[in-house]
C-alpha cells in the first residue's frame, strides 16, 4: 500500500546528541515537508523539499538539518543546537508543487515522538 | 505571515449532538484544508474547500467557505465516539502554494 512511514515511533535522546528521524513516502511526490507539533500550538513547519536535491527552510528551522537526496525520503536531524527539542515530529508530503494547481493534499506519517533526557 | 485561529480549542459534547468548530484566518484564504488527528498519531484529511461558499460533506461532517468573512466552518451531525480527536484547519499563503499554515486545533471530546 501506498503511504508515508516514519521511524521510529519513539526515540529518546540525551541532552549534546544529534538524532536523525527517518521519513520515506511511496507515493511518488514531489513535495515532501517537516512539522513540529508541540501542545496547544498546532503544527509549524520545520524544513520542506520540493524536489530532489533541494529544500528551504520553514518557520523554525533552527538546530534542524535535512536532506533530500531521493525522491522518496526526507530525513530530519535535530541538532544539539536546537534548545528545546522534545517534540512530536510529523513528516507529510503533496503531489504537487507551488503553481501548478490548488489542490495540494498533504499526506501525513503517523508521527514521532522526540524525547530528551 | 497568514495566521489561523480555531475556535473553541476544546469541546465537549454529549454523544448524538451536533457541533461546529470555526477556522478564521488573518489574510485572504486560497483553500482550506481540514484534518482530523487522533492523539499521538498523523493527520487524517477529511476534506478541502477552495471557492467561497464551497460546502462539502463526508458522512455526516460538513465544511463550509465563507470567502468573506475568511472563514471555515466544521459542522458534524449527531457526533458518534469516533469523532473524537483533534481537528485542524490548514491554509496556503497564496493560490496553488503547496504550503500550509494550520491552526492550534480543537480537541473534541465525545461523552457517552
Known amino acids: 500500500d501506498g503511504g508515508i512511514t516514519q521511524s521510529p515511533k519513539y526515540l529518546f535522546r540525551k541532552e549534546g546528541q544529534n538524532v536523525t528521524l527517518s521519513c520515506e513516502q511511496n507515493?511518488?511526490?514531489?513535495?515532501m515537508y517537516w512539522y513540529r507539533q508541540d501542545p496547544g500550538q498546532g503544527l509549524r513547519l520545520i524544513y520542506y523539499?520540493?524536489?530532489?536535491?533541494?529544500?528551504q527552510k520553514g518557520d523554525i528551522a533552527e538546530g534542524y538539518s535535512v536532506s533530500r537526496e531521493k525522491k522518496e525520503s526526507f530525513p530530519l536531524t535535530v541538532t544539539s543546537a536546537q534548545k528545546n527539542p522534545t517534540a512530536f515530529y510529523l513528516c507529510?508530503?503533496?503531489?504537487?508543487?507551488?503553481?501548478?494547481?490548488?489542490?495540494?493534499?498533504?499526506?501525513f506519517g503517523p508521527g514521532t515522538r522526540l524525547t530528551v533526557l | 505571515s497568514q495566521e489561523l485561529e480555531q475556535s473553541p480549542q476544546s469541546l465537549i459534547v454529549q454523544e448524538g449532538k451536533n457541533l461546529t468548530i470555526n477556522c478564521t484566518s488573518s489574510?485572504?484564504?486560497?483553500?482550506l484544508y481540514w484534518y482530523k488527528q487522533k492523539y499521538g498519531e498523523g493527520l487524517i484529511f477529511l476534506m478541502m474547500?477552495?471557492?467561497?461558499?464551497e460546502e462539502k460533506s463526508h458522512e455526516k461532517i460538513t465544511a463550509k467557505l465563507d470567502e468573506k468573512k475568511q472563514q471555515s466552518s466544521l459542522h458534524i451531525t449527531a457526533s458518534q465516539p469516533s469523532h473524537a480527536g483533534i481537528y485542524l484547519c490548514g491554509a496556503p499563503a497564496f493560490f496553488g502554494n503547496e504550503k500550509l499554515t494550520f491552526g492550534t486545533g480543537t480537541r473534541l471530546t465525545i461523552i457517552p
Open positions: 474547500l477552495q471557492k467561497g461558499g
Open positions: 489574510k485572504t484564504l486560497y483553500g
Open positions: 507529510a508530503s503533496s503531489i504537487r508543487t507551488s503553481g501548478s494547481g490548488s489542490d495540494n493534499e498533504q499526506f
Open positions: 523539499s520540493q524536489i530532489v536535491n533541494d529544500f
Open positions: 507515493l511518488n511526490h514531489d513535495a
